[in-house]
């Protein structure tokens, strides 16, 4: 962990946009994301958001797992959508659970944002791909075990 990494620890600091979707959501078949913290603690040398940590700050905002379970929810029921967003949470197009950071980071172990958003996502039986470097942090294999909808990247 980078020394100059610090962890949010006001409510009012939580990350507020933690669902995105790039402008081509029409053909890239995982243009819709979530992002569980604003950034990674880990700092990885290799990451190309890294240099990007001096504009978007370097608190990790771990992202309310309520807010992002009610959008989802939602987005789904929305019979007219009119952004972007909003059609391809409609249309449930596949996320991608890790887009600018790691959703299982080592912050993961103290604030289980991930994985509440992982059961909001089986229980919506949303389809899923989860992107990260820390398969052993994936403790939550068990929530994997028989659901055809997820899949495992590695960065």
Not at 18 to 30: E, H, K, M, N, S
Not at 91 to 106: A, E, F, S, V
Request: aromatic share 10%; with cysteine.
């Amino acid at each position: 962990m980078s020394p100059s990494m610090t962890v949010a620890k006001s409510q009012s600091k939580s990350y507020q946009a933690a669902i995105g979707v790039r402008g081509d959501c029409v053909y890239c078949p995982l243009s819709l994301s979530i992002d569980s913290y604003w950034n990674c603690l880990t700092d990885c040398h290799h990451c190309v958001f890294r240099r990007l940590n001096r504009t978007w700050g370097t608190d990790l905002r771990p992202a309310d797992p309520e807010d992002v379970k009610r959008k989802l929810f939602n987005g789904v029921r929305n019979k007219e959508p009119k952004s972007s967003l909003a059609w391809a949470l409609y249309h449930k197009k596949t996320i991608r659970l890790g887009n600018k950071t790691d959703p299982y980071q080592d912050a993961e172990h103290k604030f289980h944002i991930s994985r509440k958003i992982q059961q909001a996502l089986i229980r919506l039986k949303w389809t899923y791909v989860i992107q990260t470097r820390f398969l052993s942090n994936l403790g939550w294999m068990n929530l994997l075990c028989g659901m055809p909808t997820s899949i495992i990247s590695f960065r």
